[in-house]
C-alpha cells in the first residue's frame, strides 16, 4: 500500500482508487490517494485495528473519510469498461509491462490487482489477465502517466 501511494502514479495524480482486501475477507477503500499511512507498524496496527471497529477514518477536525470499510463484491465498484489485471508470482505469463501496456488503447481505463497476502494467490472471477511482475517495476515506469488506475490490493 505504502509503495502504491508513493508511487509516480499517485504523485501525478493519475490513481483514482485504492481498494485493500484483507485475508478475511474485508475490503476497505483508501478514499483519497493522498492519504499518508502510518509508516511504523505499532501506528498502522493502530489505525487498522480503528477502522475495523468503527469502520471508517475521518480527517482531524473534517467530516471528510479517509479510509473506510465497503461491502464486497470490490467488482461493483471499479470504473466501467476497465481492463483488469491480476499481477501474482504464481502466474507463468512473464511480460514486459511497459509493453503490455501499450498494447492497450490508451482511452481504457486500467484496474491492477495486487495479492498483499503472505501466501496464497489472488482468487478473483472479475481479474481478465493474470502477468508475472515486480509491484516496484510496475510502479516506477514512466508510461503509466499515460493510463487512468486505479488499483486493488
Given at each position: ?38 509508516r ?23 467530516r ?32 514486459d ?20 497476502m ?36
Amino acid at each position: 500500500m505504502l509503495s502504491i501511494l508513493d508511487s509516480r502514479v499517485n504523485k501525478a495524480g493519475r490513481l483514482k482508487a485504492l481498494y485493500v482486501k484483507t485475508e478475511n475477507g474485508v475490503l476497505f477503500e483508501v478514499k483519497k490517494p493522498h492519504v499518508r499511512i502510518p509508516r511504523t507498524f505499532k501506528r498502522f496496527a493502530g489505525i487498522m485495528l480503528q477502522l475495523l471497529q468503527k469502520l471508517s477514518i475521518t480527517a482531524v477536525g473534517k467530516r471528510e473519510k479517509l479510509l473506510r470499510v465497503r461491502e464486497n463484491p470490490v467488482s461493483q465498484y471499479l470504473p466501467i469498461d476497465c481492463r483488469k489485471i491480476g499481477f501474482s508470482h504464481s502466474s507463468e505469463k512473464l511480460v514486459d509491462v511497459q509493453e503490455y501496456v501499450n498494447g492497450i488503447n490508451k482511452d481504457m481505463n486500467l484496474v491492477f490487482v495486487v495479492g498483499a497476502m503472505a501466501h496464497g494467490k489472488i482468487d478473483t472471477d472479475y481479474v481478465e489477465d493474470y502477468l508475472s511482475s515486480t509491484l516496484i517495476f510496475l510502479f516506477s515506469c514512466n508510461f503509466l502517466s499515460n493510463h487512468n488506475y486505479s488499483a486493488i490490493v
